[in-house]
């Protein structure tokens, strides 16, 4: 099984999303001021790498009465050992048609007015 491991990480101090190509751990560090998230190993519609604190749009094909399709936005999350999406009752994130909208640091307030 072939996965890519990769991370990037929120920087607290100057409140900007950073990509971690390298990490040599020469000397010691402190992670205080990063908020390190992982990438999923999936890609979303446009072909963008859906990572841990990414926000997505989802159509759920719940059997409903009526059997509309309803779009779910939430954010992803990393739990006992997989990436879910984080809603009332976890989903856990495979290859369903994903859209990313924003990230929960730079767009929150796409959650709160879902």
């Known amino acids: 099984m072939d996965r890519e491991i990769k991370f990037?990480?929120?920087?607290?101090?100057?409140?900007?999303?950073?990509?971690?190509?390298?990490?040599?751990?020469?000397?010691?560090?402190?992670?205080?001021?990063y908020i390190l998230m992982?990438?999923?190993?999936?890609?979303?519609?446009?072909?963008k790498e859906i990572c841990e604190g990414d926000i997505v749009e989802i159509e759920t094909h719940t059997t409903n009465p009526d059997f509309i399709p309803r779009k779910?936005?939430?954010?992803?999350i990393f739990k006992d050992g997989a990436f879910y999406i984080n809603t009332a009752k976890?989903?856990?994130?495979?290859?369903?048609i994903?859209?990313?909208?924003g990230n929960i640091f730079e767009n929150a307030d796409i959650l709160k007015n879902k």
């Open 8 to 33: 990037r990480a929120w920087d607290t101090k100057f409140k900007k999303m950073v990509d971690i190509e390298i990490c040599h751990f020469i000397s010691p560090i402190t992670l205080q001021d």
């Open 38 to 47: 992982q990438y999923t190993g999936l890609k979303d519609v446009r072909n």
């Open 72 to 76: 779910i936005v939430a954010n992803v």
């Open 90 to 96: 976890p989903t856990l994130l495979s290859r369903q």
């Open 98 to 101: 994903v859209k990313i909208k």
